[in-house]
């Protein structure tokens, strides 16, 4: 039980920040508005980093992609990945709610649905489901399988930074999210996405759109996979 407290904590960590930084420079009257995507990605890579420092003793998944590729390579227990997934879906959830909480002046303040519905989820640029869903699978790919080489022992540092090591995970963030993010807002995490996205639906956000569940498959579907194949690889390799 501790440890899916410590990944719903983890996770509303993550997303608070996460979402945070999307509300700070996408809102009206905010201080930060049109900071632009060097912020976002820093500040996505930051909250990472502060969540897995909180979620450490559990493994600081905060993402069921990657509890999905702890699980395949034995590092995870079947019977637990769905009480991880659950504490990282709740914790995504809250996580959105809070960032709505703090920032609600500024989300009655802006008129655009989609630009609310932003801070909350990803969206593709160009909107080509398959390609999209492509995108998300080699930066999910990336992620993880980064994610685990840092695990080797050869990359271990001497003085322990956390389960995963959160400062090069903290730049892992920062170069996915400035090198692919681009296309689709690089959710690599299914947690990240639908989480905020069900907060979205039912918060009663002033002049809110709809939460666009049509495209709402590819940030499941495409991090899901991608950590799979980023296990695999890992295996053949290490």
């Given at each position: 039980?501790?440890?899916?407290?410590?990944?719903?904590?983890?996770?509303?960590?993550?997303?608070?920040?996460?979402?945070?930084?999307?509300?700070?420079?996408?809102?009206?009257?905010?201080?930060?508005?049109?900071?632009g995507?060097?912020?976002?990605?820093?500040?996505?890579?930051?909250?990472v980093?502060?969540?897995?420092?909180?979620?450490?003793?559990?493994?600081?998944?905060?993402?069921?992609?990657?509890?999905?590729?702890?699980?395949?390579?034995?590092t995870?227990?079947?019977?637990?990945?769905?009480?991880?997934?659950?504490?990282?879906?709740?914790?995504?959830?809250?996580?959105?709610?809070?960032?709505?909480?703090?920032?609600?002046?500024?989300?009655?303040?802006?008129?655009?649905?989609?630009?609310?519905?932003?801070?909350?989820c990803?969206?593709?640029?160009i909107?080509?489901?398959?390609?999209?869903?492509?995108?998300?699978?080699?930066?999910?790919?990336?992620?993880?399988?980064?994610v685990?080489?840092?695990?080797?022992?050869?990359?271990?540092?001497?003085?322990?930074?956390?389960?995963?090591?959160?400062?090069?995970?903290?730049f892992?963030?920062?170069?996915?999210?400035?090198?692919?993010?681009?296309?689709t807002?690089?959710?690599?995490?299914?947690?990240?996405?639908?989480?905020?996205?069900i907060?979205?639906?039912?918060?009663?956000?002033?002049?809110?759109?709809?939460?666009?569940?049509?495209?709402s498959?590819?940030?499941?579907?495409?991090p899901?996979?991608?950590?799979?194949?980023?296990?695999?690889?890992?295996?053949?390799?290490?």
């Open positions: 039980m501790t440890n899916y407290v410590l990944e719903f904590l983890g996770t509303l960590i993550l997303i608070l920040l996460g979402d945070g930084v999307c509300a700070a420079t996408s809102l009206n009257k905010s201080k930060a508005q049109g900071a995507w060097v912020v976002v990605a820093f500040g996505w890579g930051l909250a980093m502060c969540g897995v420092f909180v979620a450490a003793p559990a493994g600081a998944h905060l993402n069921p992609a990657v509890s999905l590729a702890c699980a395949l390579n034995g995870l227990a079947w019977v637990d990945f769905a009480g991880y997934v659950i504490a990282q879906m709740l914790g995504a959830i809250c996580g959105a709610c809070l960032v709505y909480a703090f920032y609600k002046d500024h989300y009655d303040a802006t008129p655009d649905g989609d630009t609310k519905l932003g801070t909350f990803t969206a593709p640029a909107r080509n489901s398959w390609r999209n869903v492509f995108c998300e699978f080699v930066a999910t790919w990336l992620l993880v399988f980064c685990l080489a840092f695990g080797e022992g050869f990359n271990t540092p001497g003085v322990a930074a956390g389960h995963l090591g959160a400062f090069p995970v903290t892992l963030i920062v170069a996915i999210g400035m090198s692919l993010g681009g296309a807002g690089y959710a690599i995490n299914p947690a990240r996405d639908l989480g905020p996205r907060a979205h639906a039912i918060l009663p956000i002033k002049a809110k759109r709809d939460s666009d569940w049509g495209y498959w590819v940030p499941v579907v495409g899901l996979a991608g950590a799979a194949f980023a296990t695999l690889t890992y295996m053949l390799v290490f």
